[in-house]
C-alpha cells in the first residue's frame, strides 16, 4: 500500500494544481471547486486518514444503487464513478445476504431501496426539495425528527452512529479492529467521506477523528474491511484511490490491492453535471 499511496499523492502535483499543495500547516489540497483533499496522519508518524471534503453548494449527492439499476452483478467504486458519471464514490452503507439490499433505510427520491427503519440513529440527507434547508446533513435519532426532515430530502441514507449530538463517541471499545469508511459533517456544512486502511477498532478511530483538524459535528460509520472504499477522479487524474483490507474474524491481512463490489455507494458530482 506504501507504492501506491505515494503514486496517488505524486498524482496530485500537476502543474494546474500549483499552489495548492498542502504544508505541514495547511494539509488539505483543492482538486476541484468545491472538493479539497487531505490525508493526514492519525498520529505523529503513523497511518494516513484521507479525507475527501466536499462543499454541497458547489457538489450534488446521488445514492447509487445496484438494485434500483437492475444489476445483478454490483460495479466497484471506480466502476461507480464512471458509470454514474460522478467525481467521487463511498460506499453508502452494509448490506444484507442478498448482496445487494442495504441493512437499513435507503431513499433515492422516490425510488425506495430499502423502506425499513431500523434501530441505526444516523442518518445522511442530501438535495431537499426546499432549498431553504441545508443541502446536505447527518440527522441524529436521538434528538431530531428523522421521519419528518427526511421526508423533504431527494437522499436519504440510514447507518450507524459514531458521534452524537454532543459531539461524543457513542461506540464502546472492542477487541476486533478493521479498516474504515465513514462520513462526517463538519462545522461550515461540508460533507466529509472519510476512508482509513489501517485498522483499528470503530472507538478509537473515533477518537482520531476528533483529535484531527477536521472540526467534525456529525460522523456516521458506512462500511469496514476490505470493501470500505473511496475513490475519487478528476478529469483524467484518479486523486484518491483507497480500498480496505484487515478485518477481524474475515480477512485478517493487509494484503488487498482490489476494490470490492459494491451493490450502494453515495457519489457526488458537480451541481452542473449532477443530472448525468
Request: proline share 8%; glycine share 8%.
Amino acid at each position: 500500500m506504501t507504492g501506491l499511496r505515494t503514486a496517488l499523492l505524486a498524482a496530485l502535483l500537476p502543474a494546474a494544481l500549483a499552489g495548492d499543495v498542502p504544508s505541514a500547516a495547511d494539509p488539505w489540497r483543492t482538486v476541484a471547486p468545491g472538493v479539497d483533499v487531505g490525508r493526514l496522519p492519525a498520529k505523529p508518524g503513523g497511518p494516513l486518514v484521507t479525507v475527501v471534503r466536499v462543499d454541497p453548494r458547489h457538489n450534488a449527492f446521488r445514492l447509487l444503487s445496484a438494485r434500483l439499476e437492475g444489476l445483478s452483478e454490483p460495479p466497484t467504486a471506480p466502476q461507480w464513478a464512471e458509470r454514474a458519471g460522478v467525481l467521487g464514490v463511498i460506499n453508502a452503507g452494509m448490506f444484507q445476504a442478498d448482496g445487494l439490499t442495504p441493512v437499513a433505510h435507503a431513499r433515492s427520491g422516490q425510488r425506495v431501496v430499502n423502506g425499513r427503519w431500523n434501530r441505526d440513529n444516523a442518518v445522511f440527507v442530501a438535495e431537499p426539495a426546499d432549498a431553504r434547508r441545508p443541502a446536505a446533513r447527518i440527522l441524529d435519532r436521538t434528538c431530531e425528527d428523522v421521519p419528518r426532515e427526511s421526508a423533504s430530502y431527494n437522499v436519504v441514507v440510514q447507518n450507524i452512529r459514531m458521534l452524537d449530538c454532543e459531539g461524543r463517541n457513542v461506540w464502546a471499545q472492542q477487541a476486533r479492529r478493521w479498516s474504515t469508511a465513514c462520513v462526517g459533517a463538519d462545522s461550515d456544512g461540508r460533507v466529509l467521506f472519510i476512508h482509513v486502511r489501517a485498522p483499528f477498532s470503530t472507538h478509537d478511530l473515533i477518537e482520531v477523528l476528533r483529535a484531527l483538524p477536521l472540526r467534525l459535528t456529525r460522523l456516521m460509520y458506512v462500511e469496514g474491511g476490505p470493501e470500505a472504499s473511496l475513490y475519487l477522479k478528476v478529469g483524467d487524474e484518479t486523486v484518491v484511490a483507497e480500498m480496505g483490507s484487515f478485518e477481524t474474524g474475515f480477512f485478517e491481512s493487509d494484503d488487498n490491492q482490489r476494490f470490492w463490489p459494491l451493490p450502494n455507494v453515495l457519489g457526488f458530482a458537480p451541481r452542473a453535471a449532477a443530472g448525468r
